[in-house]
């Protein structure tokens, strides 16, 4: 790993919207350092102040408080022809891509260098063909946004970011309107792009999915803080917050898996010496013969209900829902989470409750997302 270098630092970051009625603070005392390489994703659900913030690193959002250093540079200190300068290092790409219906693909592409470049014509056209080659749509440079998929509007837009040669790059939901395989050609070109250009990306998005692809760290809000932070393994092996528990369990399947278990009678019935327990580790604590361990050592037998390994960043990181029963069953979770596997208890009667109460909520209509 290469020696960390902030590319973006926002410091007490305050974003309050007044209107006529009322007071809407979007944005609360946020601070966020993102590095040079990374891909950092900002997670959320809707309303929680994401786009306000990430709106705020280019300065097309102003902060009521804080302050906001790119790449060394106090941005909000800028102003005019310096502040627009600042910003077209800093790409962005959206989820309705926003591209210019009447305009060819090639001209959609070269409308940033239009503005203030001093590329000749000729410079500017190479460029065009440059761009378009490196997202892989040379061939559609004279058609027109129409006759495009959407996965391929998008590489237009990425494009088009990327034609002042940008050292950031942030995509708000970008994915947000593609299908999952489209999601997955997407993502793995920004990938590519952050490998092999150097471009930091900021990646906001409401799918777990999208981040456990391509971020190397992660955030995550709710009402306008960051209530979680940290690199994706950690967040991914051992969150420590309700709700960056329930975006990861989107992606794993972990929610249906328990929702079938909690539904089973015997599991309802569970003795005093008994714990349905959901265990995540990562990196080396997947090797551990930790199941014969609780066995070997506290005569706790394990019942494993289901299980899922997945690969993040090289690592495998794995989730195993269990029964455990034996007389010395809390002794031997203690032991577990000494190992640095986190430990979830699930309280059957608790978590029952809870999916019967999301089921009543969704009946009416007031999902979260
Ligand atoms: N220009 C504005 N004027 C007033 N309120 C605003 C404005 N922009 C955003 N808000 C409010 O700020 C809060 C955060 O909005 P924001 O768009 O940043 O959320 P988000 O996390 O990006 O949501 P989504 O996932 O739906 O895009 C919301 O309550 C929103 O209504
Ligand atoms: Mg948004």
Redesign the pocket.
Known sequence: MAEATPMIELSGIDVT?K?ADRT?S?VKQVDLTVNKGDIYGIV??????????VRVINQLQLQTNGTVTVNGQRLDQLHGKALRQARTKIGMIFQHFNLMNERTIGDNVRFPLLLGTTLSKQQQLDKVDELLALVGLSDKKNDYPAQLSGGQKQRVAIARALANDPEILISD?ATSALDPKTTGSILALLKRLNETLGLTVVL?T?EMQAVKAICNRVAV?QS?EIIERGDLLTIFSNPKEQLTQEFIETSTQVDSALANVVSQPRIQQLGVDERLVVLSYAGASTDDPLIAQLYEQFKVTPNILFGNVEILQKTPVGTLGLVLSGTAVDDALAYVKGQGVHVRVIDVPKYRAELANKAAKANRGEGDA
């Open positions: 919207f209107e809407v979007a959320g659900y809707s309303g929680a102040g994401k786009s306000t913030l939901e906001i409401h809000m306008g």
